[in-house]
Each structure stands twice: as C-alpha cells, then as structure tokens.
C-alpha cells in the first residue's frame, strides 16, 4: 500500500521537467515531516526487512563522491532510481548507485541521514542501468565514473519545490498565517511561487501551505531548476491561410508560413519576410496566425540541405540491404567491407529508411563528428528533422535536450561521436559504426577507457538489433571475427559506376635526394601538382611522429620540452619567426641563437609540418592557392565545414592536411592525392603501427578519383620494398590481414589475447617507480598471474616518459578474457593501495601505448 502510495505520486513527478506533478503536502515538508507519517503506514512485514542503506550518486557541482544515505523501512530502492536527499543545507537529487545491507565502515553512523523521496523509478529504459553496470565491471571502473560519463551535467536537476493557487472554490475560514500567505499568492496571477522563496519572504510558511493545501486551496509541485528548463520561446501558428482584407505584405506572410507547411518561430519569420512584429501581432488579432510560446529545444541546428531521395542501388549494395534488412530484428554484427567510395553510407541510409518505418531509432556513430559534415548533411537531407547530433562539441544545453529526447520514444536518427552510444535511447533499432577502425572510437582517459565499438555490441545484444560496422580497412580484431563467422561479411569490393581505385606511384625518396633533389616534394608529385588542369590535389602529412624538430647540426642535440620528454615542435608566426611548441602540454619557446648543449649557431628543424609544405608549395607553385587543414587551423568551431565548403567551392587548387584528411571526405573534383613522408607511421613504437599506417594510407588513397575524372595517387618513401606499402599499393587488403594477424598469433597479442594497460603517473619520479614496482608484484601473487593465464610484463617508463611534469610508468597485462580469471576486481581494488600523489587509470583493451 504504501509503494503504491508513493508510486502514484511519483510517477506524476518527472524529474526532466515533462510533466509538472503534484504532489501532498507530505512532500513539501521533506523527508524530515514525512517520515514520521509514513512509518504509521507501513505493515509489520515490510519492518522486517533489515536496514539498508543506499549509495548515491549526488547531482550537484561540487559532490566528487558518492554519499551514503539510510533507506526509510519499507521503501524499496534499486539502482538507477532518482531519489531526492539532504545535502548541507539544500535538498538535492541524486541517482542510487547501488543498494548496501550493511553501512560502509567508513560511514559514521551518527552523521546519517535519510532519502527523502523516491522521485522517479523508470527515469532510464529498461537495461540501460545494466548497461552501465556493464561498463563498470568491463572496464574496472567505479559505477559513479561511468554514469558521470554517461549523463550531461544537471539532468537530475536541482529540485525545486514549488507551490500554485489551485481554481478558487470559495474561501474557508483560515489562520492568520494562513490568510497572510493566501494574500500574497494571489498578488500574482498564478500565485506560482518557490516554497524556498516563500520562506524567504513570510514568516510560518511552512505550516500556512500546509493549511491551504489541505483546504484544497493551493497544490504543490516539483520542478527543475530553471537553468536546465526547456527554453521557450515565441511561434507563430497559421490558423488561416487566406482572406479578403488583407495587405499585399500581410498575404505574403500566410504565404511564407505555408510553403514552410509547421510552425515557425518568430524570430524566424521576421528575418525571412522582412516584417516587423506589429504586423504579426495585427494578423494575430485577425485571427490568421497565432503567436505562442513553444519548447525550443536546443538541439544542434545544420545548416539547411536540400531534401534528398534514396538512390537507385548497385547490385552488391542491394545484396548487403537485402541481408541486414532480414535480420532487423536480430543481435546480429554485420561488417560491411566496401573499398572507399564504393556507397557504404547510401547502405547505412536505407538501412535507416528501414529502421525508422518499424518505429525504431537508429544510432549512427562516427570517429570525429566536426570531420564529417558531408556525413551530417547527407543525413540531414535523408532524415531532415527526425536527426539529433550529439557530441562532445555541443553547449551544455544543446546536450541537456539532446540527451533528454532521447528518452522519448519517438523514433530518430542520432548521429554522434563515441560518447553518443552512452544516450539512454529509447527505442533503438539499429547501430552503425562508420570507419569501425578509427581508434577515436577509443577513449584513452579519463576511465572509463571504452570502446564505442565494445559497447554498441553489449547495446544492440540487450535490444535485439542489428550493429553494422562499415570501413574499408576494418580494425584486424573486426576482420578476425568476421573470418570466424562471429561477425556476418557483407562486401562492396567496388567504387560506384565501377570507377577504378586510384592508381598508387612509390616514390624512393633515397633516389631523390641521390638525384640531388632535397625539396620536400618528389620530382614526380611536382611533375603532378604542376599537370593539375583545374583538377584539385589532397597531400597528407603525418601529424604524428614529431612533423618537425630542431637539432643541432654540429652536436646533434633535438631541442625538448623541459616538461615532457618530447621534442619540441617548430611553427611559424608571419613570415619567419618560428617559435619551438610541445604538441602535449603547449609550452612554447623562441628558437634558441644557439644550441644549449655546444653552442653552436647552426641550429636547423628537421622534417616537415603541414606549415613547411605549405611555405614549400608556395615557393614552387606560386600560382596554386592552399588551404592547410590540421589542428592548428580547425580550432574555431565550424572551421572544418568552412575550410572543406571553401576547397569544394574550388577556391583553393591543393588542400594540405594531416590525418584529418582521411575522414569521409567526397569531393569529385580530387584527382590528386599526395602522401609524404608515410614512414614515420610505421615507425611507431606500437604493435599496431602497420595496421595503422594501412589503413590510413588507404583511406588517404581513397580521397583520389571519386568524381568522373580518374584519379591518381603518390606515396613517398624512404623503405619502398615495406611489405605495408607494397600492399597499400596493391589495395590487398586479405593477404596484409593475414600476414599481420599471423606475426601476431605467435606474439600473443590482440586479437589472440586482451591485454590491460595500468598507467601511473606522479610528479615525483621515485614515488612513480617505487608504486609501479609495488603494483607489479602484487599483481605477481594474484592466481590469475601465478597459475600463468595472465602475464606481467613491466613496469617499464612510459614511450613518452614525462608529461606535463608528470612522470609516466606503465605495467601492461596480457592473458585471456579478463572477465573470467577474477582479475578485475584486483584491478579495481588497485587504487586505494595508490599513494595520494600517483594516479593510476585502468585501460582495458588499450589502443594508445605511448
Ligand atoms: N547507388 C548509387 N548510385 C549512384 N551514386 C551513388 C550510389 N551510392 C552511392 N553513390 C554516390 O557515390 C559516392 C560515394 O559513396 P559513399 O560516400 O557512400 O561511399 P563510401 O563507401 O561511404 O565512401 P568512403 O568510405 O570512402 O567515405 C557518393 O557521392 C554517393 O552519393
Ligand atoms: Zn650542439
Ligand atoms: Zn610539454
């Protein structure tokens, strides 16, 4: 009786502020007055059930824990619940992480206090506190961790409670207080005050709202604080196209609000009908149109596309359709292998099509979302307003909203980058991941360190829905499974129009320099660049693998950063000055007159940055325009769409990127594709560096040629003869597969094993060793380690051995399926043996090892 008591009033209660519940009086008063009532409620049977006590995931700037509350007898508390808790002296909300029988020893039982209310039970989907608990374990991380990731800021809200006369019925004879108090709600049309203001304004507010509230005379409610309220703002609704006595101007207005076919804000209308706000209000009170306050919701606004319609499909598209469409109501994982340009995303679309016809919404994820706005817009134009994007890049607001529509269950396209697969989603139907390889699937810190891919695979297990993951380079764990049958291949082994894939020129940049030609660009990609023929060219620099250093000729001293051991980068501001940066912590330096180690004057950078290979285009081509598009350029928000809309506008001849450039981008007019210095990707100190550096030449590769002109593309390096760059030439995707998971088999390493990375970092050097040190033996002893399923290789210095002042040790752990040896909660139980100055995070599955 008394759950259903509460039940009923909570679940009028939403704590995203949906619906405006109303609740007694109880309430009002806090858990403090209610308790003593409820307990006469309850039956002996529910006193029997022992103490609880629940932990609580406090939704308030500032709480950095989670805080231990007493369970009132007979309530019933699981994780995931809103509760609402005293917290100093505010009431906050808070989310139950976890139910405890027994008070955590570290809790003082005196300074214990109570939940004051269960707000809301069915806050999340069903299985969507699974799937975070999930996370959790999978991952060694503490649940609060995780649904700190998960939620955007302030979705629990800070409760409001707030009072509103009710319709008047005649007045009973009142207290003072209670007259009092009855005056000055009905000073305000509403009376709609906050109970907190009240008590700042009257004396005995308290026992005066009880009194009319009993009388049936004001009701009281919960609301969400007003920061996190849905912004309302002006509409205009047509409620009469036509009409007799209207102004030329007037006729014009109807007419625009009815090619727009909904209802427009209006500010909207001013700007494109150029009137002014007297006009709307005269239509108004004609009774054409009607003006009104409506939810805006601040969901992230695209840019206007045209409307679009599916596309005719080839027949290898058609086949891959065809398949996943049987299987929309399945757990099944499919790899959709298609060579760049061979119309993935048109698959994806109809996919969707599909999808959202059955009343389903569908969760598309890309690597970079501000690198993919041709994707965006193609969707957008398919989808037009059923498409939210949600992504790190989005206001606190515009994420509030996002995350909140997701709850409902009307069906959407959601487009967004790795955190996106941690929406609530209601009524999801089908995920995909585009360009599944791309390691910005992959979060390196802070915990959890998962893996969007990982996750989507636990989420369309629990909702029975198809996972597509589309490439064509596919991460070698993906493609192992695939050759397994975990994983169902569907193939698009050619471009659209059956276009040929760009054909590859190598570049021996040894018989370059033998030829006396010391320019970054090779004769041939000169030669190139010079027969571009109103055709635009693509050249890719490695970011990585320190685009450029500067050392001393004489001693050979590199210049580092004196907080990390990096070396320091060089940039030019202007014309010449250059100034030294580390890439990690952004300290910056002049250049040095002379080398610190033997003075020495002839100080010279070496390699080549994005900056050097635009200086050296612009010294060879002086009639070519470039644009540069790496970080540097693409701060500002918008840039990359600015910057990519200018290059398919044709104002610039050859864009110079780095990585970035290998992200989803169709331009027809690329016939060009230049890709220097390649080797230092495959130079990285990482068991990864060739899988890389396949896919990211491929996908580089395959920028070249998608329009009508045929395209070609030219690799320089310094190890022709690599057997990664004779298969990037080849576009021999199996036999590199083979070749690489078989060196890998006998290594142990992934896909063969999983392996664990423990970083540890400390502004003291000794403490870092001697902590690292102490952890590897421990982990030593454990069963897993001993009885020899798990290895300890380690502790070693991080590659990168400082940063930041900080100095970085790794230990790294190998062996088979960490869920089942036990290891995990070691793992967990890891950080409280960690000295307060050395912080240590837990990646599981680690893609990062520098
Ligand atoms: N069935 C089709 N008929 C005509 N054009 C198509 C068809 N499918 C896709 N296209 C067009 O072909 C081009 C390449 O397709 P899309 O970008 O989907 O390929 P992709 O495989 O996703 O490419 P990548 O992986 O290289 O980014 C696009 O401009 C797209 O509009
Ligand atoms: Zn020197
Ligand atoms: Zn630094």
Redesign the pocket.
């Known amino acids: 009786m008394l759950m259903a008591a509460l039940r009923s009033q909570s679940t009028q209660l939403h704590p995203l502020g949906f619906t405006k519940g109303v609740c007694n009086m109880q309430q009002l008063n806090g858990g403090r007055a209610f308790l003593p009532c409820l307990k006469a409620e309850v039956s002996s049977a529910e006193y029997d059930e022992g103490p609880a006590f629940a932990s609580v995931l406090v939704d308030c700037p500032g709480a950095t824990a989670a805080y231990t509350y007493q369970i009132p007898r007979g309530w019933r508390v699981q994780g995931g619940d809103v509760v609402e808790v005293p917290f100093g002296s505010q009431v906050v909300r808070g989310i139950v992480l976890e139910v405890l029988a027994v008070l955590p020893p570290s809790v003082d039982p005196q300074g214990l206090r109570s939940l004051l209310e269960v707000v809301d039970q069915q806050l999340f989907p069903k299985d969507y506190w699974a799937l975070l608990e999930q996370i959790a374990t999978y991952y060694c991380t503490p649940l609060i961790q995780v649904v700190r990731t998960a939620l955007p800021p302030g979705v629990l809200g800070r409760s409001q409670r707030r009072v509103r006369l009710r319709p008047p019925q005649g007045i009973p004879p009142l207290s003072e207080q209670g007259q009092h108090l009855l005056r000055f709600l009905q000073t305000k049309g509403s009376g709609d005050y906050s109970v907190r203001y009240l008590q700042q304004q009257l004396p005995k507010v308290q026992r005066a709202l009880k009194e009319l509230e009993r009388l049936g005379l004001v009701e009281t409610y919960l609301a969400a604080a007003a920061s996190q309220q849905p912004k309302r703002q002006q509409a205009v609704v047509l409620l009469n196209s036509e009409g007799k006595t209207l102004t030329q101007r007037q006729r014009q207005i109807l007419r625009y609000l009815q090619q727009q076919g909904r209802d427009c804000w209006l500010q909207e209308v001013l700007k494109a009908t150029g009137t002014t706000p007297q006009t709307l209000h005269r239509l108004a009170a004609k009774g054409y149109i009607a003006i009104v306050q409506q939810q805006h919701c601040r969901t992230e606004q695209g840019i206007a596309v045209t409307p679009d319609r599916p ?4 027949p290898a ?1 058609a086949t891959a359709l065809h398949v996943i469409s049987k299987h929309l109501d399945c757990a099944q994982t499919f790899l959709l292998h ?9 698959v994806y679309l109809q996919v969707i099509a599909q999808c959202l016809g059955r009343g389903r919404s569908a969760l598309l994820l890309v690597p970079e979302i501000g690198l993919t706005p041709q994707l965006t817009d ?1 969707v957008r134009a398919r989808f037009g307003e059923r498409l939210l994007v949600y992504h790190s890049g989005l206001s606190e607001g515009e994420r509030y909203d996002t995350w909140r529509l997701t709850l409902m269950p009307e069906p959407r396209v959601i487009i967004g980058t790795r955190s996106a697969v941690l929406l609530p989603l209601v009524g999801l139907g089908l995920i995909i991941l ?2 599944e390889h791309d390691s910005g699937y992959k979060q390196d810190q802070p915990q959890p360190c998962y893996h969007a891919r990982t996750v989507a695979q636990w989420r369309s297990r629990q909702q029975q829905c198809p996972l597509i993951l ?3 380079t596919p991460a070698l764990s993906t493609w192992q499974a695939a050759q397994e049958g975990q994983i169902h291949l569907l193939s ?1 082994p050619q ?3 059956a276009a040929p894939l760009p054909p590859i020129t190598i570049v021996d940049m040894r018989q370059e320099l033998h030829r006396g030609n010391r320019s970054m660009l090779s004769r041939p990609l000169q030669e190139a660049l010079e027969n571009l023929q109103g055709q635009q060219a693509i050249l890719f620099v490695p970011r990585r693998g320190h685009s450029t250093f500067v050392s001393c000729r004489s001693c050979g001293t590199v210049i580092y950063c004196p907080h990390c051991s990096v070396s320091l980068t060089g940039h030019l501001f202007g014309e010449e000055m250059e100034v030294l940066r580390c890439h990690y912590c952004n300290y910056t330096q002049r250049v040095p007159q002379r080398c610190p180690s033997c003075g020495s004057p002839y100080l010279k950078p070496f390699g080549g940055g994005t900056q050097r290979v635009v200086r050296e285009l612009n010294r060879l081509f002086p009639q070519l325009r470039v644009l540069r598009f790496d970080s540097d350029t693409t701060q500002r928000k918008g840039a990359h769409r600015q910057l990519l809309t200018q290059f398919a506008a044709g104002e610039a001849d050859v864009m110079v990127g780095t990585q970035m450039l290998t992200k ?3 331009l ?1 007019q690329v016939a060009l594709v230049g890709i220097l210095a390649a080797d230092s990707l495959l130079h990285l100190p990482d068991y990864q560096a060739a899988e890389r550096t396949f896919q990211i030449l491929t ?1 580089v590769a ?2 070249s040629g ?1 329009g009508a002109h045929p395209g070609q593309v030219i690799l320089q390096t310094y190890v022709p003869d690599h057997p990664v760059i004779t298969a990037v030439k080849a576009y021999d995707w199996d036999s590199f597969a083979t070749r690489e998971l078989s060196s890998r088999a006998p290594l142990g390493y992934p896909p063969y094993a999983q392996l664990v990375l423990l970083r540890l970092s400390s502004p003291d050097p000794e403490d870092v060793a001697a902590t690292a040190q102490a952890i590897a033996q421990h982990l030593q002893r454990l069963d897993a380690v001993s009885q020899g399923d798990w290895e300890v290789l380690g502790p070693a210095p991080a590659a990168i051995a400082k940063i930041a002042g900080r100095y970085r040790w790794q230990i790294l752990l190998k062996g088979q399926s960490l869920q089942t040896c036990g290891l995990s909660q070691a793992l967990i139980h890891l950080k409280a043996e960690c000295p307060r100055s050395t912080r240590l995070s837990i990646d599981v599955d680690p893609l990062n090892f520098l």
């Open positions: 596309k005719t499909l080839t598209q298609g060579v760049t340009g061979s119309g993935k995303t048109e193609r585009d360009e589309g490439t064509a698009l471009r659209i129009h989803g981008i169709d027809p996908q395959g920028r998608r």
